[in-house]
């Protein structure tokens, strides 16, 4: 079975720039999450997707961040525009139930 | 507010011996508890769960523990090998109005020398 997808796995850019990173989940997975792990600290969710629907977005700052589940499968996570602070691992899970499966993660730089 | 808290930064065990990572809890809404393993530049792995109606789980190496009226939960890794080496992430989740997501802690580097 293959695992959770997510690309690129490393992406360096200045602030106000803009980035966006793709998750591909295992398939039938109806459940994907975007979390975001700063150096030192464990992965905080970013937003959750039942299927094509937004479940939970209350921690994602939306005046910057942006993110879409086209079809209820893959999902594209945008910053817009990046800042200093952005700089962090992103991290892609899916799952059917409690256990949550991860992606490699996405490593973005913030110059 | 640190809902899930894991106190110890970084422990080394010797190769052989019994590894003991501690984690505590605040929200009593919690009803599952997940430890994940995380290698560099890998995504977290899952490691072992346990719901809140029970008190251990075991699964070869790997026994985790739960007390309820302390909120904290324990993973304990018997024999410890050179291979955990690793970070390990305690996690909770709830069922709740806005979903399922896991709540982590701070996770402990475990170092087990040879």
Known sequence: ?111 | DQQVKQNSPSLSVQEGRISILNCDYTNSMFDYFLWYKKYPAEGPTFLISISSIKDKNEDGRFTVFLNKSAKHLSLHIVPSQPGDSAVYFCAASAVTQAGTALIFGKGTTLSVSS
């Open chain 1, 1 to 111: 079975e293959a695992g959770v997808a997510q690309s690129p796995r490393y992406k360096i850019i200045e602030k106000r720039q803009s980035v966006a990173f793709w998750c591909n989940p295992i398939s039938g997975h109806a459940t994907l999450y975007w979390y975001q792990q700063i150096l030192g600290q464990g992965p905080k969710l970013l937003i959750q997707f039942q299927n094509n629907g937004v479940v939970d977005d209350s921690q994602l700052p939306k005046d910057r961040f942006s993110a879409e589940r086209l079809k209820g499968v893959d999902s594209t996570l945008k910053i817009q525009p990046a800042k200093l602070e952005d700089s962090a691992v992103y991290l892609c899970a899916s799952s059917l139930g409690y256990e949550q499966f991860f992606g490699p993660g996405t490593r973005l730089t913030v110059l």
